[in-house]
C-alpha cells in the first residue's frame, strides 16, 4: 500500500501529491480514532449486558412478589 503512495508522489501534479501527502499524515489519527471508538463499541455493549441482566431481575422480583401477593390473598379467602 505504501508502494502505491510512493508511485502515486511520481505524479508531477502538485495538488496531486498534497492530497497524497495528507492522507498519508492523517492515516495514524484515522487508526488511532477507530480504535477509540471500537474499545467505546465494547465498553457500551459490556454496559448494555449489565443493564439488561439488572433489568431482568427487576422483572423476576416483581413477578415473585406479585404471585406471592396473590398467593396471600389466596390464603386469606
Given at each position: 500500500?505504501?508502494?502505491?503512495?510512493?508511485?502515486?508522489?511520481d505524479n508531477?501534479?502538485?495538488?496531486?501529491?498534497?492530497?497524497?501527502?495528507?492522507?498519508?499524515?492523517m492515516?495514524?489519527?484515522?487508526?488511532?480514532?477507530?480504535?477509540?471508538?471500537?474499545?467505546?463499541?465494547?465498553k457500551?455493549?459490556?454496559?448494555?449486558?449489565?443493564?439488561?441482566?439488572?433489568?431482568?431481575?427487576?422483572?423476576?422480583?416483581?413477578?415473585?412478589?406479585?404471585?406471592?401477593?396473590?398467593?396471600?390473598?389466596?390464603?386469606?379467602?
Amino acid at each position: 500500500m505504501n508502494e502505491e503512495y510512493n508511485n502515486a508522489q511520481d505524479n508531477s501534479n502538485p495538488l496531486y501529491n498534497g492530497i497524497i501527502n495528507a492522507l498519508q499524515l492523517m492515516r495514524p489519527a484515522a487508526v488511532l480514532g477507530i480504535k477509540g471508538l471500537m474499545e467505546l463499541g465494547e465498553k457500551t455493549k459490556t454496559l448494555t449486558a449489565y443493564a439488561r441482566e439488572e433489568f431482568e431481575d427487576l422483572v423476576a422480583e416483581a413477578q415473585f412478589e406479585r404471585m406471592k401477593q396473590q398467593i396471600d390473598e389466596e390464603q386469606k379467602e
